[in-house]
């Protein structure tokens, strides 16, 4: 049974929980009000108190109000369609909502379970496997999308069986894996993974060397950036920091560019 709580204190977005059961750091909790579930994640833990931060506006809450726990940290949905979205800092398809404001408490699906992808097996029965091991690819977006084995397995796996190549959608069982235990594990397109939690299921984590191009003489000549590397662009609003952003994604040699934009509005 998962953990329940009550609202005991409220400070605009910084809300005060009292839980009935166990709560851990980061844990992601829905406070209900007026028929809505407000999403927030714990920040603090003291004693059976647990402080946390809404991410929607706390108006119209009150002492009282049910909170309920969901024993998982804020996380991202990993999957096929992820190439081809416009989503919040909640992972919601922005283009599944209705208006130009978000709605409180208006939560979706990532990704859309009813579209088939053309799946192409890359591993095949017998073989021995770990968690990030290619399954499988499609194609998204002109891009070889490879489906692995979940960052959460541990150890090593034997491939059981691997769907022939066709049309499947999502949440279909392409893979199914056995542990060192025999014990067999369904595996789909789709895995989850905490955004504040650091992936490991890497073999090797090479250091930067190759220059990126951007297409952008000034940054190419006086101040390279590397392939694999970071860099940052300073400025007060209105230098056109965004702009730049736009010139580098269009011309720079890079197969897939991810723009996360922040900025306010007036709800």
């Known amino acids: 049974m998962s953990t329940q709580g009550k609202v005991k204190g409220i400070i605009a977005n910084l809300v005060t929980v ?20 407000l999403m927030a994640e714990v920040i603090k833990v003291n004693g059976a108190n647990a402080f946390v931060q809404v991410f ?11 909170v309920r726990f969901t024993g998982h940290m804020l996380e991202v949905t990993l999957g096929p369609g992820i190439l081809s979205k416009n989503y919040d800092g909640l992972q919601n398809d922005l283009d599944k909502m209705d208006g130009v404001f978000l709605k409180r408490g208006d939560y979706t699906n990532p990704l859309d379970d009813d579209t088939l992808w053309n799946f192409k097996p890359l591993a095949k029965a017998g073989d021995e496997v770990e968690a990030a ?18 960052f959460v397995f541990e150890g090593k796996y034997t491939v059981k069986s691997v769907v022939e190549a066709g049309e499947y959608k999502i949440n279909d069982t392409i893979a199914v894996l056995v542990d060192a235990d025999g014990k067999e594990h369904n595996v789909t397109m789709v895995q989850k993974w905490p955004v504040k939690k650091a992936i490991t299921a890497y073999r090797e984590k090479p250091r930067p060397f190759k220059l990126l191009e ?32 736009h010139a580098i994604s269009k011309q720079a040699e890079a197969d897939i560019v991810v723009i996360a934009a922040c900025g306010a509005c007036q709800r």
């Open 18 to 37: 009292e839980a009935d059961g166990p709560v851990a750091q980061n844990e992601i909790c829905y406070l209900q009000t007026r028929g809505t579930d």
């Open 133 to 150: 091991s290619w399954l499988g690819e499609v194609n998204e977006n002109g891009k070889p999308h490879r489906i692995m084995v979940p």
């Open 56 to 66: 929607e506006s706390t108006r119209g809450l009150k002492i009282g109000d049910p």
């Open 214 to 245: 951007t297409g952008v003489r000034t940054i190419d000549t006086i101040n390279p950036i590397v392939e694999g590397g970071t860099g940052f662009i300073p400025g007060p609003f209105g230098t056109g920091k965004t702009v730049l952003q």
